[in-house]
């Protein structure tokens, strides 16, 4: 079975702190993805990469950014946190095989910022 | 605009008993549809996946339809059980890119 394992399960940060969330899987996926779950909207894509040192944007980039050193390992990085980066943030792992690939992904991290 | 609503946002239902989830779609053109669970505190965790040429397809007690023509799919739960609390998400991909589009899921709870 494949396993994405989020560094983190609860963190609380205060406005302002640089945030780093670890994301490692262990099937050797080119693709990575990193979203936030909020009640009422779904998840919701903040970047993704196709590669080791590839990225693209998501749908909501502002605020955040991504670092893939090495294929098992994607990092999301908050800048400067604010409040409105509170949320479950969801690592996901897929393999190159197409949309038919399902998303495998890690338990979450929820972030409280203060 | 490509969305995916679905409905109910929740539903409570005693164990036992079935249930049917609903998703509509508007994302074209269309490839497949995926739904996924998500327990409390977990992430979601594909449960089965319906191409564009299938109707019907079944999982254990879990069972997706999909018309394609109407742009509506279903998970139908058979025989309710506590460990189907959870919520069950939607998802369908944008053709040719790595873009999903997500339902906002449903909640059910199963009462004993």
């Known amino acids: 079975d494949v396993k994405v394992t989020q560094s983190s399960r609860y963190l609380v940060k205060r406005t302002g702190e640089k945030v780093f969330l670890e994301c490692v899987q262990d099937m050797d996926h080119e693709n990575m993805f990193w979203y936030r779950q909020d009640p009422g909207l779904g998840l919701r894509l903040i970047y993704f990469s196709y590669d080791v040192k590839m990225k693209e944007k998501g749908d909501i980039p502002e605020g955040y950014s991504v670092s893939r050193e090495k294929k098992e390992r994607f990092s999301l990085i908050l800048e400067s946190a604010s409040t409105n980066q509170t949320s479950m943030y969801l690592c996901a792992s897929r393999d190159l095989t197409g949309s038919n690939s399902p998303l495998h992904f890690g338990n979450g991290t929820r972030l409280t910022v203060t | 605009k490509n969305q995916v609503e679905q409905s109910p946002q929740s539903l409570i239902i005693l164990e036992g008993k079935n249930c049917t989830l609903q998703?509509?779609?508007?994302?074209?053109?269309?490839?497949?549809l995926r739904w996924y669970k998500q327990d409390t505190g977990r992430g979601p965790v594909s449960l089965t996946i319906?191409?564009?040429?299938?109707n019907t397809k079944s999982n254990g007690r879990y069972t997706a339809t999909l018309d394609a023509d109407t742009k509506q799919s279903s998970l139908h739960i058979t025989a309710s059980q506590l460990s189907d609390s959870a919520s069950y998400i939607c998802?369908?991909?944008?053709?040719?890119?790595?873009?999903?589009?997500f339902g906002t899921g449903t909640r059910l709870t199963i009462i004993p």
């Open positions: 998802v369908v991909p944008q053709f040719g890119n790595e873009k999903l589009t």
């Open positions: 319906m191409t564009f040429s299938e």
């Open positions: 998703c509509n779609y508007t994302v074209s053109p269309f490839s497949n």
